[in-house]
């Protein structure tokens, strides 16, 4: 298996054994381009990467070689009459799978992008940009960014996707209209009205992809968790985790009662609470939630895409270089050294 | 014809060419006809904020400036980053 792993600068491919005990660092790749997120689409393997730089803009490129040479998608960019520029590109999402070559893409200004030819061409979803709520969101610290995708695998139509700081959105209709789903789930930092239809910080959204009606999201104001394709939330993190505010989310395809989180102390001071980097997991649907220590004493951050997840194990990549995986109840260090990690992507070895 | 001459992460986009000759009019058409327009201009074919275009020592502030013949185009990324 290997981790693809997306830093500030450059990509690299983290290579486990099947016990996942020993890893090799390759890399690094696409240097000088700050990769936001990257992935493998599971329908032919080839590798996407949102990558930015300060001066030349955001974009995609595609690697069909496991990651040693890739290809820039060229022309991404927003319509005229939206008077937006994109600024950045923060997630990838393989299509449905009964869509070979769709993908979607979500970037700053809180934008979606689709492409139904394996990344080589964009069009902007309609939807999203000319949503009636826009007036109503606002930047978060990382930007105005769609940076959570997640979808039905039971239905092709049926989507959801996070927007910092707008909240929660779902379509049921391939991405026509969307529909925001943020019914419990507050936004804190509202002093006048903290449980609005828009305008919430979600972090992190994942449906379970055996269990599509249920959803789970880190928030700014709490983790959160809805049976019901996103109708309602309910708060999960009065049950024993140190702090509501964090932003990475994994979860076990195996069992849609499970999930892992790691707290940060707050959003005034973004580091691992209590001066290490605590991985709480739950089994109960967030009923009760375990503490297991990756590294002490550390004062570090796991962003929204650093963590992830395959059959085996459990995989974080902290802002101070490090990657760990999780596995039958031990943390083995996967990585160390590389550059600030933003995103980590569990996925087989091309 | 005009030369122009790609910082290393341009030229790497571009498949390791750093220098292009090119016969352009202008200093839009030069750069648009490069393999990184698109990471040079934004999608409404404004020059990014931090790229910096000079054309024989000169920063060039206006792409409908005439290019002669012999013009050497440099492109220089704004120095940030850390």
């Known amino acids: ?350 | 014809m005009a030369v122009v001459i790609l910082p290393g992460l341009l030229a790497a986009e571009a498949g390791g060419q750093k220098r292009f000759e090119l016969t352009a009019t202008t200093l839009r058409e030069a750069l648009s006809a490069l393999p990184v327009a698109d990471l040079l201009l934004d999608e409404r074919g404004d020059v990014r904020s931090l790229v910096h275009v000079y054309v024989d020592g000169e920063r060039a502030q206006d792409l409908a400036v005439p290019l002669v013949a012999s013009a050497q185009v440099r492109i220089v990324a704004a120095i940030a980053g850390g």
């Not at chain 1, 009459?81 to 799978?97: I, M, N, Q, R, V």
């Not at chain 1, 936004?187 to 994942?206: I, M, N, R, T």
């Not at chain 1, 009760?288 to 962003?303: D, F, G, M, N, R």
Request: charged share 20%.
């Open chain 1, 1 to 350: 298996m290997q981790l693809l792993v997306g830093t500030r600068k450059g990509f690299f491919s983290v290579r486990g054994d099947d016990e996942r005990r020993s890893f090799d660092v390759a890399g690094p790749y696409l240097t000088g381009w700050t990769i936001n997120h990257a992935i493998a689409d599971p329908r032919d393997g080839a590798l996407y990467a949102c990558t930015n730089n300060w001066v030349y803009g955001g974009t995609v490129h595609r690697s069909e070689d496991g990651g040693e040479t890739w290809e820039r998608t060229e022309g991404l960019g927003l319509p005229e009459d939206s008077e937006l520029k994109l600024a950045s590109t923060w997630h990838l999402e393989p299509g449905h799978p009964s869509q070979p070559g769709t993908l979607w893409l979500g970037g700053e200004p809180g934008v979606l992008f689709r492409s139904d030819d394996s990344g080589a061409t964009w069009e902007v979803n309609r939807g999203v940009l000319e949503h009636p709520t826009r007036d109503r969101w606002q930047p978060g610290a990382g930007g105005l960014i769609c940076h959570s995708i997640t979808l039905d695998p039971t239905n092709a139509d049926r989507l959801w996707i996070g927007i910092s700081a707008a909240g929660v959105f779902r379509t049921e209709d391939g991405g026509a209209t969307w529909q925001p789903a943020n019914t419990g789930t507050e936004a804190c930092f509202l002093p006048d009205d903290p449980f609005p239809e828009v305008g919430q910080c979600v972090h992190k959204l994942l449906a379970h992809p055996g269990r599509p009606d249920r959803l789970w999201q880190q928030n700014h104001c709490g983790i959160y968790r809805s049976d019901d394709g996103g109708e309602a939330w309910e708060r999960l993190d009065e049950n024993g985790v140190p702090s509501p505010f964090g932003f990475a989310l994994a979860l076990d395809p195996n069992d849609p009662d499970a999930a892992w989180v790691i707290p940060e102390e707050g959003a005034e001071n973004r580091v691992t609470c209590n001066g290490r980097i605590g991985i709480y997991s739950t089994r109960d649907a967030g009923a009760s939630w375990k503490l297991q220590i990756a590294q002490e004493p550390a004062w570090a951050a796991v962003l929204r895409e650093g963590m992830s997840w395959d059959d085996r194990a459990v995989y974080a990549g902290t802002q101070s270089g490090f990657v760990y995986a999780l596995c039958d109840g031990e943390i083995v260090e996967a990585a160390r050294h590389l550059p600030p990690v933003l995103s980590v992507e569990a996925a087989p070895l091309q």
